[in-house]
Structure formats: C-alpha cells, structure tokens
C-alpha cells in the first residue's frame, strides 16, 4: 500500500504525456497554432514532420508525408506542390504558399547576422534599388558587392534589407533603372486545380493575423498571398500586384530576381516587362544560396562590362553542379540585348 501514491504519479504522468503525444500528431490544436489557426497550422505540420524524421530521412519521402499532412487537416480544402513550393488552400478560400520547403524540413540555419544599414550613394541619374529582405538568412556581402560594381558604372544605389522591404516600399519605390532582389520566391497554385500558376516573391514585411485586415484589397484581388520559409511567415506579391501599381512605370529596367523560382514561368517577367521594364533575368528553379550569391555577382561584372543579359545567361547557365542537378538554370525574358547603360 506504500506504494500506491507512487503508481497513481506515475499513471497521471503517463496519461499527461499520452495527451502530448496526441496534441502533437492533431497539429491544428497545437499551442503553436496563431489566433486564426492557419500560420500556426503550417507551421505544425512542418515541426511534426520534422520530428518524425529525426533520424534521418530523405528529403522527397518527408514532403510527401507533410503534403498528405496538411490534406488530413478540416481546415485544408486542397493543397499542391510543384518541385520545392506547396500550395495550401483554406476552406475560406485564402491560401498560402510555402517556399523552399526542403530547407524548412531541416533544422533552422544558424546563419551569422549581419546587419546593413540602408546604404544611398551620390552620383548621376542612374538609379539601383537593392532588396534584400532575409539578409538574416542570406548575409550582405554579395549586395554590397553588386552595388560596388553598379556604383563604378555611374549608378546611385538604395539598399534595404529584412523587415525594411515593406509592402508598401515594393507598391511606390521600384522605378529604379536596375532592380535587384535577393529574397524567396515560390509557386502558387492560384485556384486550387493542383496546377501552380504564378511565380510570387517574398517581401520582408511579416505576415501576421492582422494582415488580411490590413492588406484588405489586396488579398481580396488577390495581389498578396501569405509566403511561408521555414518557421516564418512574409508577406507575398503576386503579378498582379506590380500590373496594377505600376503603370508603364519602369523606365526599361533591368529586374533581377536573385531567389528560386523567380523564372519557373513567365507570369512575374511579364508583369515587369508589360509596365516598361527592359528585361527580366531569374532561376528556372531551386538555386542553393551559395550558386545564388556567387553567380548574382558575376552576373553584375559581366553586365559591367557591357555583356548582354543573353550572353550572361548563356555563360551562366546552372552556375554549379548542384543548380544542374535541381535543373535549374539562369534564364531571361524580355530584350535580350538589354546592356546596362553608361554615364
């Protein structure tokens, strides 16, 4: 009888973490869950998959097991995937996009911060604006580079970096003669019929449960989708979004979309192109960040000395072994001979 009190510890400590293991495997009431459910719910899923796969696992085996995860969900009413991106739709018609989901099922990088100040330099008429929304995850030293070459071609360059890329920077201040964005981009499989139809591209600005409110029109046309890397949440711009606030804006600019996916069709090109940019240069698919920063600069010294965007794409192509293997390569759209221009 001594031991009594003993047993029933043991039994509710048993019963206790039983509960545990359930609230795990249920994810939508996990305590992660935001108060509209549906970030927390992404990010739930990713964590319980995570955690089934400790071990370790193959990368294709755990996408498929997070993809029939989110479908298990009520909440869910769809979701697809296209190469590295998953589409989630809600049962009230919003959705979410979740990119570089092979670097969200491994744990968290523990990359070095390192912060950059925005950085406006004097000089002629010509303009850069540099966007580097996860400097966090991606460092600086590869924009910081970019804009040295720009500068000694005549260019005055603005930087901004994280949180700073606000929606609202992307809606007013992208007329700049060279664009250049060193974010995510993802996919997004826009009305649920499991075919990805339009490129998105991240932007800094967090997505939180105020945004919909916030961003009202926005998400309502459709112009901002929730993009999802890793255990954060940024808000998304869709092609709609630059065809409606820019209207033949762009004085025959050079867009360069550092970042996956940005070339996986012509959709976002388009858009830039139709609103008076001169050429649009991007990835066909993934790009590990290495290839990506190593190539971004070399696309700049080349264009430096007055390559055109074909001929810098055609000396690029995969850029490395590993882009080869994602069958990944630089690519264009618009004006093949686009040339940065000289003061």
């Keep these: 009888m001594t031991f009594l009190p003993l047993r029933i510890g043991l039994l509710a400590v ?21 108060s509209d459910g549906k970030t927390g719910l992404l990010l739930a899923g990713i964590e319980v998959v995570r955690e089934q796969h400790q071990g370790g696992w193959e990368k294709n085996d755990a996408a498929c097991k997070l993809l029939a995860w989110y479908r298990a969900q009520p909440m869910v009413a769809s979701v697809s995937m296209r190469e590295s991106c998953l589409t989630v739709r809600f049962t009230d018609g919003s959705s979410a996009v979740l990119m570089n989901i092979m ?27 540099v966007l580097n929304p996860d400097q966090y995850a991606y460092g600086a030293r590869s924009c910081r580079e970019i804009m040295r070459i720009l500068s000694r071609c005549g260019f005055s360059n603005t930087y901004e970096a994280n949180s700073d890329v606000t929606l609202d920077l992307v809606r007013r201040n992208l ?95 388009n858009a830039f ?8 240069v991007g990835w066909t698919s993934s790009t590990t960040s290495w290839t990506n920063r190593f190539t971004s600069v070399l696309a700049f010294r080349l264009l430096a ?10 000396l690029i192509r995969s850029g490395g072994l590993c882009n080869r293997w994602f069958h990944s390569i630089l690519t264009y759209f618009g004006n093949g001979d686009y040339r940065l221009p000289r003061t």
């Excluded at 973490?17 to 495997?25: C, V």
């Excluded at 911060?113 to 010509?126: D, E, F, K, N």
């Excluded at 192109?273 to 649009?280: R, S």
């Design 273 to 280: 192109l139709a609103e008076g940019a001169g050429a649009y």
């Design 175 to 269: 007329t700049a003669d060279v664009v250049v964005f060193n974010t995510h981009a993802g996919y997004w499989d826009i009305d649920g019929d499991g075919v990805a139809d339009s490129v998105v591209i991240a932007t800094g600005e967090p997505w939180t449960n105020q945004t919909t409110e916030q961003y009202a029109f926005d998400c309502q046309q459709g112009f901002i989708v929730e993009g999802v890397v890793g255990a954060r949440a940024f808000i998304a711009f869709t092609p709609g979004f630059i065809q409606y606030y820019y209207n033949d804006s762009f004085p025959g600019s050079l867009v360069y979309m550092a970042t996956c996916e940005s070339a996986a069709d012509d959709s976002m090109a």
């Design 14 to 34: 048993s019963l206790l973490l039983l509960s545990l293991g359930q609230a795990l495997t249920a994810g939508p009431s996990s305590p992660a869950c935001s």
């Design 305 to 314: 000395h007055h390559l055109p965007v074909s001929a810098v794409c055609g």
């Design 103 to 129: 670097d969200s099922l491994d744990e968290e990088r523990q990359d070095p911060i390192s912060v950059v100040p925005t950085v406006r330099l004097a000089g002629s008429g010509l303009t850069s604006l």
